[in-house]
Nanobody
């Protein structure tokens, strides 16, 4: 069992940056693939980024590639989402998710994830 808590959301102007943090409890965190998803009002939840257990493999949605960076620190049971060059269309509730344990293949579809955080609001003003 893994519990996930997101933080770092807020209101920023377009072109700005935010770093989201997802703190995980439960073991073994290092064996879980981790993902970030987002959901805007009136829209379905969509994949943003994912990272494998070691941090050596990362995956991004086309809409955020080159602007967002996912990373993890297994010693701190934490995964991050650095978001740069933010746009109004990035406005959404962002969720952290875990798939595992002992995940071999990282998936980008939300049903593939077993544990979810409560979400953190990100609002980008134009």
């Amino acid at each position: 069992q893994v519990q996930l808590v997101e933080s770092g959301g807020g209101l920023v102007q377009a072109g700005g940056s935010l770093r989201l943090t997802c703190a995980a409890s439960g073991r073994p965190f290092s064996s879980y693939a981790m993902g970030w998803f987002r959901q805007a009002p009136g829209k379905e939840r969509e994949f943003v980024a994912a990272i494998n257990w070691s941090g050596m493999s990362t995956y991004y949605a086309a809409s955020v590639k080159g602007r967002f960076t996912i990373s993890r620190d297994n010693a701190k049971n934490t995964v991050y989402l650095q978001m740069n060059s933010l746009r109004p269309e990035d406005t959404a509730v962002y969720y952290c998710a875990a798939d595992g344990p002992y995940t071999v293949v990282v998936v980008t579809a939300s049903p593939g994830y077993d544990y979810w955080g409560q979400g953190t609001q990100v609002t980008i003003s134009s």
